[in-house]
């Protein structure tokens, strides 16, 4: 008879500055593996170390000599010891402790609730044990069902779907307004980093035709130059208005740069041609009454900010969800290897 | 008929069934809820083209001569439509829109007269068959120009107020509504042109004249010349757009008041 657990730090109990210690690179796991194994005596498992975890899953004998070793190994290697050690490095055994690889696997368990990343980070984990020898049947067997299940709760579930981020809600809006983003163009006015770390969104979902303007005419050359954009005077970005779909504004400017006047005239020639604009700029550079104007759609750092928080809140509702999900299949699991 | 209601019931009640199964997925995203509404409205549509099938056999001629019948193709017309909608533009959500005003459609159709208002040697003309086939087909393109142009006005709202939730993931772009009203604009003014057309042929050779007296006949001038306008407009550059939606939504209810409202009580009876 043997016990699964699962002994670790996660950012819920440790922040970034304890978590790192616990990091182990590719090169070096071979040899972590070695020294844990006679310093504890295992000889299976898998370590998990990304940038919010460190986690080790193991099947072991018993409850008490391995897994107090463990932790101690475990607990060491990181710099924690007595209180430290009790408060930050958590242990889930049985059911517990497989319910919880596969909430981890599902992204359930991450910071960001539903994110994808995690699945290819313990496949990853998985594959390095299997390498070294560390994965043996039950081990396999277990990663092998937790990747299903993964997959079965991020089906079943809306905990993947939404957006993540500033930049993919901004994706997103687009999109909803034009469909898919190639051959739009899109036009940055000052070449702020917010701006272009937006604009490189775009062009992954498929912008190409980008146009970037600054007060510094040298300066909309140089980010050009990185986003393979072409630079435009700022006295012209006016004219390029009338073209673009997309108009990103981030200047530093202490009034607005793009007024309703403006734009009322502007929309008219473009027949009323949908014109997305982000004002991601503090003060802001649009006047906020342009989104009343038939066509247009302005949305500011905090309308987007908002749109990533309503679709976290939806992912966080479905998260009860899938964390029944994982108990559910972690009994079933449980069963089938005591079998 | 009597063996082949059984078709257009079970056709009426798995259209009511897809109609729930589509907006129950436009409320709770679950891909079965879509995958059943699509069976449903599949099998809904396998019903009713067998009891019109078996309508035209037993007629030897299109079921379109009564109020009944006509309905009934109108209703089919649309699903026809959305199918071929949903697969040319990947709207698998556009089934929730047009369910809902085929089942009523249907529900309507079998409380309209289901004989012939008119001799049946007048009907029994080719020019009679294809007026009504390419006006119904008409018909249905202007339907899925109001239920496209009802989809862009719900995102439209949903960009406008930054209410960006769960209804906002299911509908398709602005940019593809458009074009998909667009195109159903073009090809319904087609249609209904070529419906016109057929139809004023077929009165000079019946009844010996054109749009004499006939109501429902210059009505639908009208309704052909306002979706010209709108269309023209359209093309021209101007009311695109939400104010070329609302336009769209305005004309296909004139169009449903004309349906219910003229043809079924003023024209038939004046005609006959």
């Known amino acids: 008879m043997s016990h699964f657990v699962v002994v670790g730090i996660s950012h819920k109990t440790a922040p970034v500055e304890l978590r790192e210690r616990f990091s182990v690179g590719l090169a070096h796991v071979p040899e972590w593996f070695r020294t844990l194994s006679e310093a504890t005596g ?104 937790s990747f299903q299940v993964a997959k079965r709760i991020r089906t079943e579930t809306g905990i993947g779907r939404g957006l993540f981020s500033v930049g993919s809600a901004a994706v997103a809006l687009a999109e909803k307004i034009f469909g898919h983003l190639s051959r739009r163009r899109i036009l940055m006015i000052g070449a702020g980093k917010i701006g272009e770390k937006t604009i490189r969104h775009l062009m992954e979902a498929g912008a190409d035709s980008i146009w970037v303007s600054s007060r510094s005419f040298s300066h909309a050359q140089e980010v050009a130059l990185r986003l393979k954009a072409e630079a435009v005077p700022f006295d012209r970005f006016s004219d390029r208005m009338r073209e673009a779909d997309i108009v990103i504004s981030s200047t530093a400017s202490p009034h607005h740069v793009i007024h309703r006047e403006m734009l009322s005239s502007l929309m008219r020639e473009r027949h009323h041609r949908p014109l997305f604009l982000i004002d991601i700029a503090v003060p802001r550079d649009i006047d906020p009454s342009v989104h009343q104007l038939e066509g247009v759609y302005l949305y500011n750092i905090d309308d987007l900010e908002q749109v990533v928080a309503r679709s976290r809140k939806d992912r966080e509702r479905e998260m009860e969800k899938g964390l029944l999900l994982a108990r559910e299949e972690a009994r079933k699991t449980l069963r089938d290897l005591s079998e | 008929m009597g063996g082949l209601i059984g078709f257009f019931c079970s056709a009426a009640s798995l259209y009511l069934a897809g109609s729930i199964g589509y907006l129950a997925y436009l409320f709770w995203e679950k891909g079965g809820l879509l995958r059943s509404a699509r069976l449903l409205l599949g099998g ?229």
């Open chain 1, 42 to 145: 295992v000889v299976s498992g898998v370590y998990l170390s990304t940038c919010n975890r460190a986690e080790f899953y193991a099947f072991l004998p018993s409850l008490d000599g391995e897994l107090t070793r463990l932790r101690r190994f475990l607990g060491e290697s990181g710099g924690l010891t007595g209180s430290e050690l009790k408060e930050r490095l958590y242990v889930y055994d049985g059911e517990r402790g497989i319910a919880h690889l596969f909430a981890v696997a599902s992204g359930l368990d991450s910071q960001v609730i539903g994110e994808s990343e995690i699945l290819g980070q313990v496949k990853q984990a998985y594959q390095t044990a299997q390498e070294v020898g560390w994965a043996d049947k039950r081990i396999h067997r277990l990663f092998q069902h």
């Open chain 2, 44 to 272: 809904a549509f396998l019903f009713h083209t067998l009891f019109l099938g078996g309508l035209t056999v037993v007629k030897g001629q299109l079921p379109m001569t009564s109020p009944f019948e006509a309905a009934g193709f109108f209703a089919w017309a649309i699903v026809a439509a959305t199918f071929l909608s949903s697969v040319r533009y990947r709207i698998g959500i556009l089934g929730a829109f047009s369910l809902p005003l085929v089942f009523l459609l249907v529900l309507s159709a079998s409380a309209l007269p289901k004989g012939a208002l008119l001799q049946e040697s007048f009907l029994r003309d080719g020019y009679f068959t294809l007026h009504t086939l390419f006006s119904f087909l008409g018909y249905a393109a202007f339907a899925m120009t109001s239920l496209t142009a009802l989809m862009y006005l719900l995102l439209e709202r949903q960009l406008k107020t930054k209410q960006v939730g769960r209804f906002f993931r299911r509908l398709p772009s602005l940019e593809l509504l458009e074009r998909l009203h667009g195109q159903s604009l073009g090809l319904g003014v087609f249609l209904f042109l070529v419906g016109i057309g057929f139809g004023l042929i077929w009165s000079q050779k019946v009844f010996g004249w054109i749009l004499n007296r006939d109501l429902k006949a210059l009505l639908a001038f009208a309704t052909w010349g306002l979706y010209l306008a709108l269309f023209a407009a359209r093309s021209a550059g101007g009311l695109r757009g939400r104010r070329g939606m609302v336009a769209s939504i305005l004309l296909f209810g004139w169009v449903l008041i004309l349906f219910f409202g003229i043809r079924h009580s003023f024209f038939f009876q004046t005609v006959s």
